[in-house]
């Protein structure tokens, strides 16, 4: 068994070299022959029975390794009883004790089963795979996967063919953008975001279908340069773009902020 690197002081004694092996193997100094190895060479032994030399008596140098034999018969690390794994006794259980065990995978995927006939275990690592692809491709602004959509707050859900039509009566309309035009000033919540209306209209790319309100802003605060996909809808410097719902966006008089314009006059600084 190897150990990481441990420093000694060429003045500490061999009595606290054979407590710190103690330590970290569990064979007691008495049973410890230890092995000074540099190069792959033994160039030195130290039985069990020295105690009051120093290190340095015996040339210890940096980078070189003690090995320790374990001397005691009745040794469970001689034995390799603390790394040999196949000492060790597994667990076992029977196939008809795991089938009648509650809150296992089998157990839930029988629970799954009855509420719906066509539920396997494969079919549904098969959509767990596809909702996070679909994720991460909405993350990334990409098209989302055939038979994906955002809900109303942002998450990708699974598009059921019954569902399209629901779904589709919570798309955000034009109504959602009315009032909303290119060139007006804006605040973007969360996070009181201010900029300048550069894009009102539909977007492909991001799915979820609707309308979107592209915002140039004023700080580094958004996702985007103005694309999304491969496509380009308005100009921004790369994170100085966004696109976001109606909703979510005021427009009127919100001028570009003044970090003095925040900073208030106090007798108490300088």
């Not at 909703?247 to 902020?257: A, L, S, T």
Request: proline share 4%; aromatic share 8%; glycine share 12%.
């Amino acid at each position: 068994q190897r150990h990481i690197e441990i420093r000694f002081s060429l003045h500490a004694t061999l009595d606290e070299l054979h407590s710190k092996i103690h330590q970290k193997t569990g064979t007691p100094a008495q049973f410890q022959y230890l092995q000074v190895i540099s190069g792959g060479n033994v160039i030195c032994e130290i039985p069990p029975s020295s105690h009051n030399y120093k290190l340095g008596y015996f040339g210890l140098q940096h980078g070189m390794t003690v090995h320790c034999i374990d001397l005691n018969p009745h040794s469970g690390s001689k034995g390799g009883q603390y790394e040999d794994t196949s000492l060790v006794e597994k667990f076992t259980l029977s196939e008809q004790d795991y089938d009648r065990r509650k809150g296992t995978l089998r157990d839930w995927g029988r629970q799954q089963k009855s509420k719906d006939a066509n539920f396997t275990l494969a079919k549904h690592a098969r959509e767990h795979r596809e909702l996070v692809e679909a994720q991460r491709q909405a993350k990334l602004g990409l098209p989302l996967p055939e038979g994906f959509c955002k809900d109303t707050t942002g998450m990708i859900v699974r598009v059921e063919p019954d569902d399209i039509s629901d779904i589709a009566a919570d798309v955000p309309g034009q109504e959602s953008v009315e009032g909303v035009e290119v060139g007006m000033r804006c605040q973007v919540h969360p996070g009181g975001r201010r900029g300048e209306i550069a894009f009102v209209g539909e977007v492909e790319e991001i799915g979820g279908g609707g309308y979107w309100v592209g915002v140039k802003f004023d700080e580094p605060v958004g996702k985007t340069d103005g694309t999304a996909g491969s496509k380009r809808y308005f100009e921004a410097v790369p994170g100085f773009g966004g696109f976001v719902r109606g909703k979510n966006v005021q427009v009127g008089d919100y001028p570009e902020r003044d970090i003095l314009d925040e900073l208030e006059d106090s007798d108490d600084e300088l």
